[in-house]
Structure formats: C-alpha cells, structure tokens
C-alpha cells in the first residue's frame, strides 16, 4: 500500500507535539529555578507559537491536498507527490520556526521590558506590537477555519454529485473527510482559549508589563499579587487546553485510521477493548471490501493511499 501523503503530516504534527512537550518541561525547569521572567516567557510564547503555526500550515495543506484529490483527480495524481510533501512540510518548520523566534524574542517583551536585550517602549513598541501578534495569529486561525468550512462544503457537494461512488458513508473519501473534520475540530477547540488568553493579555498589558519593571522584591510581590495571579490563571488555562489538544489528536488518529489502530493494538495486545472489537468486525468485512475495491473508481482507491 505505501506510505501515505497523509502520514508525512501526522509524522511531522506529531514531532511537533514532542518537540512541544520537551520545551514545556524546560519552561517549567526554569520557571522553578529562576522564577517567571524574561527567559521563561520568551520560551513559553516560542512553544506555544510554534505549535499553533506548525499545525496551522499542516491542516492548511492537508486541507487543500483532500480538495485536489476529490475536485482535481488528475492534477493530484500526477502533480503531488510524497516528495512534494516532505518539502511543504519542511517549509511550514522553517516558516513555523522563524515566526516563533520573533514572537518570542518580541513577546516576552511585552512583559520584561527592562530585563529584554530589545528597548521597546509601551506606546511604540509594546502595545502596537502585541495587537500585531494577536491579529496575525487571529488571522491563521480564521483562515484554517475558513478554508476548511468552504473546501468541506465544496467536497460535500461534489461527493453527492458524483454517480461513481456506490455508497457514501463507507468511500474511502468520506473516511477522509471525517478523518479531516475530527482533528480540525479538536485544533478549533483547543485554539480558541489561547486566542481568548492573548487578547485578555493585550487589553491588560499596560498592568501586565509592570510586573517586568523594577526588581523584584516582597513589597512589589504582594502590591501586584492580583496581577501574578491573573498570569499564572492564563499561563495555566493556555497550558492546560493546549496538552489536551495534543492528547485528544493522535486518540482521533488511532480511532479513525484502520491502520495505526492495527499497529496500536498489536504494540498494546491489552488495550483497549472497544479498539479490538472494532477491528475483528473490520476483519470479518475484509475480504466484502477488498471484493469491491476493484469495482470502485480509481480517485477512490486515491484516498486510501491519501
């Protein structure tokens, strides 16, 4: 069968949710040792940047490949190649990688003026810059949401106009779709609160950027107790939805993919049980299905190499 266009994509979300994970227990390393400061900031928007950008592309591209493999047959087939893959993917790092270091370099900012080696006054710098931030990672989200909604309602309607495919809710397009929807789904969700925190932040910089000025010290600790507070309530609910995103992501993966549920469950014979009763009665419809693949179109054939 190969390996999947698809699966270059999950390789490389899935590096990126490592990559994440590794960097959030530095964050919280230096965080204990050091405190909260210039350091630990920079590090923790970085994470955050670079996950939510890198995933951004991936679904931006994964989005349009299943669109060129139901509207554009031909054009997928003989254009996009797993190569062609393995290059988008690593120009969304390098692209992902760049943006991040400059939001958190200029990020953190936003929140250490004094101890930041960038000079970056308030009405400059600091607030035109964090509205800047905040828009553009607005605009990402909206355009992953965006294209999704109107490539899915095109793909939809293509489906349902197509004479070829016998049966609907078992093509392998379909599967593909609703493959597509549960993860852009779970990336909606899990984005949403991050967002809300970013512009909470932007609208209370002005307090928040004076826990950065001055040393630190027992006074200046309780005068603005209320701000640390409301830090570490946003750090943690950022945090929080952001791990359970990148839990809940590659759960929809193994559930949704025949494939990877069958490598799972012979990794973990024990676990789970639903998982395998799943995957006897796809054992039994095997030989059914393999019967009618010769008589299936090609594009549909397309989609389980996709």
């Known amino acids: 069968m190969g390996f999947k266009k698809r699966e270059a994509f999950l390789i490389s979300r899935s590096l990126s949710i490592i990559v994440a994970n590794l960097l959030f227990y530095v964050v919280i390393i230096v965080w204990k040792v050091n405190g909260f400061n210039y350091t630990s900031a920079m590090i923790f928007i970085l994470v955050g940047s670079s996950t939510f950008l890198s995933v ?5 591209t994964l989005t349009v490949v299943l669109y060129l493999a139901v509207a554009h047959h031909i054009a997928y087939m003989t254009t996009v190649t797993l190569t062609h893959c393995w290059l988008i993917i690593a120009l969304i790092w390098v692209l992902s990688t760049a943006s991040s270091l400059c939001v958190g370099l200029w990020g953190a900012t936003l929140f250490y003026p004094e101890s930041a080696p960038i000079s970056c006054s308030f009405e400059s710098c600091q607030q ?12 990402c989200y909206g355009t992953v949401i965006g294209l999704y909604i109107a490539m899915m309602a095109r793909l939809h309607r293509l489906v349902r106009k197509s004479s070829m495919i016998q049966s609907r809710s078992n093509s392998s397009s379909m599967v593909a779709m609703r493959r597509l929807s549960l993860n852009m789904i779970t990336f909606a969700i899990g984005s949403v609160p991050i967002l809300i925190v970013c512009i909470i932040a932007v609208i209370n910089l002005r307090e928040l950027s004076t826990l950065g000025e001055g040393c630190k010290s027992p006074c200046k600790a ?3 107790s209320y701000l640390f507070i409301d830090v570490e309530i946003l750090a943690s609910i950022a945090a929080i939805v952001w ?3 990148m839990i809940v992501d590659p759960i929809i993966n193994i559930v949704a993919d025949k494939r990877l549920r069958k490598k799972f469950l012979q990794q973990f014979p024990k676990l789970p049980s639903f998982l395998r009763k799943f995957q006897e009665e796809e054992i039994v419809n095997t030989e059914t299905e393999e019967e009618k693949k010769d008589d299936l179109p090609e594009n549909d054939n397309e989609f389980e190499r996709f």
Request: glycine residues 4%.
């Open 56 to 60: 951004t592309g991936t679904y931006i």
């Open 128 to 139: 035109p810059l964090a509205i800047i931030i905040v828009v553009t990672l607005s605009v």
């Open 222 to 224: 309780f005068l603005y």
């Open 243 to 245: 791990i359970l995103a």
